[in-house]
């Protein structure tokens, strides 16, 4: 199975609580630029998601859910798989032309959810613009990202103008980017299916608009990365009347016991929040990564290194998806 489809297994885990714990609603807002001179973007697709499920991945095969996006733009199936996953997902309407922005919400994005990103590059037979599973940033946090051009090898490359079906040769021409210097009468790029997604080489095109061997003006589309940027700020919680961090105390009295080489355990006493409620979670990381967010007071972790120092780190979480200070504390396994 490939990637995206992969996450359904690890789905029902999250579902039971197997994979992480209670999950805090937040809010961020998207915008995603078209930094090219004189490609497209079709309607974007945005979501954010547990951390087991892939969009695409960057040398690995493309699902058809992809394929249907960088073939054709339709992120129809895409938005299917995302549903089924319990991912949040915004969509855009409309193409993006150059320079253009389009901003997009995702609502009620589980804490430990990463974001992925994806829309087609026109004209090309198979081309995408794309974010594979970045982190999101904290309450009130913004960062900014840049994509280069994908492709995600389920095409060969001819640049004819085609029905964009997939499965089916060619790219689809609607008018504004017939307008942009399009032809017709290509007599077609020789090259193959490469079955792997990987940076797009960028177009040949020709300047010959009604012959050659490119339906695609070179002059007009060609690009050089990164093609988009992609700016995610983090509003908040999407109920309530929101916080920020001073309003949620530390954890108290976070300490660690070791088990063996291998395991250990840490614990903390609970958090408040402003208005003197227990915290909803907590978030615990281990040398700087998110572990997980969880419901529970304490913490145990197997399958770890012997002899070696662990910086365990635990916020408080309240019920608007605001992020207390970190409590920091170091572990260190048994030796063999």
Known sequence: MKNLQLSLVASALLATGALAGTAVASEFEISITNITTGMHFTPVIAAAHGPSARMFELGGESSAELQSIAEGGDTGP????LDSIGASI?????????????????????????????TMLLPTNDGF????????PGPGESITLFSPGYDSGTEA?????????????GFPAPPPVVATGTGTGGQGVSTSVEGYIHIHRGVLGDLDPTG?????????????NPAARIVITN???DTGTGGSQA???????LSGAVYSSSAVEIFWTPATTGAGDAATAYEVSRDGSVVGTFDALSFFEQGLTADT??????????????????????VTTNAQ
């Open 78 to 81: 895409m938005n299917i798989l």
């Open 129 to 136: 613009v794309g974010i594979d599973s970045a982190t999101l």
């Open 212 to 224: 050659g061997v490119s339906d695609i003006n070179s002059a007009e589309h060609r690009w050089l």
């Open 157 to 169: 490359n001819d640049e004819l103008v085609g029905s964009g079906a997939p499965g089916v040769a």
């Open 309 to 330: 120092n662990f910086d365990y780190s635990v916020s408080a979480i309240d019920a608007n998806g605001v992020v207390g200070e970190a409590t920091s504390v170091r």
């Open 90 to 118: 915004a969509n855009g309407a409309g193409l993006v032309a150059p320079g253009q922005t389009v901003t997009l919400n995702l609502e009620g994005v589980s804490a430990g959810d990463v974001f992925s990103l994806t």
């Open 247 to 253: 309003d949620v105390s530390a954890v108290g009295n």
């Open 235 to 237: 509003t908040g919680a």
